[in-house]
């Protein structure tokens, strides 16, 4: 089954305590994509790959890191989580120069305390 | 800059009534649209999406939207909506890449 999958769904974690947020798809997309999604503010890239080794920031980059090391995997990594880095957050994928139908995963809920 | 405004954060109707969702965008360069759909506890899935070509894009589901360059706007519309068309919905652009979404619109069909 064609899917992007994210681990763990669900975190509580203390401020500053170093997190990674695994991402990983199996349809061999070529561009990744994390997101954050807050209520009232939609959608936020934070950062996004379009192939191994090829990483960009997207709108709010701050506080995070990534690393496209493999073309299947995208870790999102916190280095010292913050409250307000108290998210929920979406990993994507698509298959680049088709249709941009971005493929997302179910959800990581972290809660920064 | 790139922007997208969803004008409603919630709209309720009734069963079976049409209903319009609001989407405007900014952009000083030509744009891809979407329209996303998250049911309660899911992830997005993409609704319909225009790139080029005809500006009417429908949905598999009854959905359409029309891209209106001169207005910059992209609005999503339903004859006759469902109890199982209640979710949220998100209007997103891609520019070089990049994707910028609304803030969502909260579609509550009521019987």
């Known amino acids: 089954e064609a899917q992007v999958t994210q681990n763990p769904r669900y975190l509580i974690t203390v401020t500053g305590k170093k997190l990674t947020v695994t991402c990983s798809q199996n349809?061999?997309?070529?561009?990744m994509s994390w997101y954050r999604q807050d209520p009232g503010l939609g959608l936020r890239q934070i950062y996004y790959s379009m192939n191994v080794e090829v990483t960009d920031k997207g709108d709010v980059p701050e506080g995070y890191k990534v690393s496209r090391k493999e073309k299947r995997n995208f870790p999102l990594i916190l280095e010292s989580p913050s409250p307000n880095q108290t998210s929920l957050y979406f990993c994507a994928s698509f298959h680049s120069g088709s249709s941009y139908e971005q493929y997302f995963g179910p959800g990581t809920r972290l809660t920064v305390t | 800059a790139q922007s997208v405004t969803q004008l409603d954060s919630q709209v309720p109707v009734f069963e079976e009534a049409p209903v319009e969702l609001r989407c405007n965008y900014s952009s000083s360069v030509s744009v891809y649209l979407f329209w996303y759909v998250q049911y309660p506890n899911q992830g997005l899935q993409l609704l319909l999406k225009?790139?080029?070509?005809?500006?009417l894009v429908e949905s598999i589901n009854g959905f359409e939207a029309e891209f209106n360059k001169s207005q910059t706007s992209f609005h999503l519309r339903k004859p006759s909506v469902h109890i199982s068309d209640t979710a949220e919905y998100f209007c997103a652009l891609n520019n070089f890449n990049k994707f910028y979404f609304g803030s969502g619109t909260k579609l509550n069909v009521k019987p």
């Open positions: 225009y790139l080029s070509g005809s500006t």
């Open positions: 349809m061999n997309h070529e561009y």
